[in-house]
């Protein structure tokens, strides 16, 4: 059963930290979104990849995160350094390569970040 | 903007009813929206999804409708069950040109079915 893979479950970090994301996404998925949940903003996509090339990053604060796919099988997120209004539950999701598309969008169990 | 709205935030009902959660969004210029499922620290499963051609799609005891024109879109839940308790989220997905790619989600409705 093809998943979405995202590691760690939850990470628990002092302020200042770096903090990596890691996602796996389903074989032949070529499109991959980093989005991030919080109860007064709910879910906001921070990044998305095509073809492993970023598309938009535009969600993200530029002078601490960081998004990458190393490889086709691999997406990374960090934060460098981390703040408490950083604590979130990021999800990584992944789709075909056809945008628009009808095709459902596959989410992670995601990331639970708490920063202290 | 694309703005998604979800009314009720949270809804309980007894075990056995049927029960519609109601999803608004401002800009009717959608190329499909999607009723997801997000269970207490999972990530969230697509239940149905469905083209702006579409008025609906059925998928078991659930049913979900789109009235384009007035931006809404309902999930119809037949018969619930207390494994139908989880929060409910939509979203939509842009027609053309720059955002196309993205979803943008509505903050979701917390069901809890009580046997």
């Known amino acids: 059963d093809a998943r979405v893979t995202q590691t760690p479950r939850h990470k628990v970090t002092e302020m200042g930290q770096e903090v990596t994301m890691r996602c796996q996404p389903i074989?032949?998925?070529?499109?991959v979104f980093w989005y991030r949940q919080t109860m007064m903003q709910g879910l906001e996509l921070l990044a998305y990849?095509?073809?492993?090339?970023?598309?938009?990053d535009s969600g993200m604060p530029k002078d601490r995160f960081s998004a990458e796919m190393p490889d086709a099988t691999l997406a990374t997120l960090k934060i460098q350094p981390s703040e408490p209004r950083d604590s979130a539950v990021y999800f990584c999701?992944?789709?075909?390569?056809?945008?628009?598309?009808?095709?459902?969008?596959?989410f992670g169990s995601g990331t639970q970040l708490s920063v202290l | 903007k694309q703005e998604v709205t979800q009314i009720p935030a949270a809804l309980s009902v007894p075990e056995g009813e049927n029960l519609v959660l109601n999803c608004s969004f401002t800009?009717?210029?959608?190329?499909?929206l999607q009723w997801f499922r997000q269970d207490p620290g999972k990530g969230l499963t697509s239940l149905l999804l469905?083209?702006?051609?579409?008025r609906e799609q059925t998928s078991g005891r659930l049913n979900a409708s789109l009235d384009k024109s007035s931006g809404r879109s309902t999930l119809y839940i037949a018969a619930s069950q207390p494994g139908d308790s989880a929060t409910y989220l939509c979203?939509?997905?842009?027609?053309?040109?720059?955002?196309?790619?993205?979803?943008?989600f509505g903050k979701g409705t917390k069901l809890s079915v009580i046997p």
């Open positions: 469905i083209q702006s051609s579409q």
């Open positions: 999701a992944s789709g075909p390569g056809q945008i628009p598309t009808n095709e459902k969008l596959f």
């Open positions: 074989l032949g998925h070529n499109t």
């Open positions: 990849f095509r073809n492993r090339a970023p598309l938009d």
């Open positions: 800009d009717s210029a959608i190329y499909n």
């Open positions: 979203a939509v997905r842009r027609n053309s040109g720059a955002g196309s790619y993205q979803l943008t």
